[in-house]
């Protein structure tokens, strides 16, 4: 049991390549989250899923679009990265939103 | 959306001692959770508080919400340099469709 999963670790891009975030859980979830945290900071809802086959925006969404691909898993796409976009990028599941949410490792990523 | 509002935003405290952190929020809520971070992870539960739920513990950790106040706080007891870490609370109502998570209070336990 894995619980959230998150690929890659780290990852170092270029102003204006594409890179897709992938998550997943192992949990029987039905929602899931994308968040971002800059250093100092705490966490920003990105978009979310509440359940399979639905996603919504959070607070910051520009730059970034996601696919619920089945139940288990959450990706998170940048088309065209910014270094605005350097960050800490966190996913997480709950049972329901709003019940708790348990979080991956995270992904290190660095637009140059 | 609904945000939770912690403060202290930074605590330092000696290590065997308590430590208390508040949250702040602005609606009627159905429930309130605390997450704890350390350094460079993902954020971690610690407990669930219902909105029809006055106390709860969980070993060193007890967690307060009045309803009528619009606040709850978190006490550990205790404490250790282990608990050195930023903590957020995240209210939640169905209400509203998400959770957004505060600034959190960065704790410092001094060995």
């Known amino acids: 049991n894995a619980g959230v999963t998150q690929t890659p670790k780290f990852q170092v891009l270029k102003t204006g390549q594409s890179m897709t975030l992938q998550c997943a859980q192992d949990?029987?979830?039905?929602?899931m989250y994308w968040y971002r945290q800059d250093p100092g900071m705490g966490l920003r809802l990105i978009y979310y899923?509440?359940?399979?086959?639905?996603?919504d925006k959070g607070e910051v969404p520009n730059g970034y679009n996601v696919s619920r691909l089945n139940k288990r898993e959450f990706s998170l796409r940048l088309e065209s990265a910014a270094p605005s976009q350097t960050s800490v990028y966190f996913c997480?599941?709950?049972?329901?939103?709003?019940?708790?949410?348990?979080f991956g490792p995270g992904t290190r990523l660095l637009v140059l | 959306s609904q945000q939770g509002e912690e403060d202290p935003q930074a605590l330092s405290i000696q290590e065997g001692e308590n430590a208390t952190m508040n949250c702040s929020y602005k609606?009627?809520?159905?429930?309130l959770q605390w997450y704890r971070q350390n350094s460079g992870r993902g954020l971690v539960h610690l407990i669930l508080?219902?909105?029809?739920?006055r106390e709860k513990h969980s070993g060193r950790l007890r967690v307060t919400l009045d309803t009528s106040k619009k606040s709850s706080s978190l006490l550990i007891t205790a404490s250790r340099a282990a608990d050195t870490a930023s903590y957020f609370c995240?209210?939640?109502?169905?209400?509203?469709?998400?959770?957004?998570f505060g600034p959190g209070t960065s704790l410092s336990v001094i060995p």
């Open positions: 997480a599941s709950s049972t329901y939103r709003g019940e708790t949410q348990y």
């Open positions: 949990m029987n979830h039905n929602s």
């Open positions: 899923s509440a359940s399979e086959g639905t996603t």
């Open positions: 609606t009627s809520i159905n429930n």
């Open positions: 508080i219902r909105s029809n739920e």
């Open positions: 995240a209210p939640f109502a169905t209400s509203y469709d998400k959770v957004i």
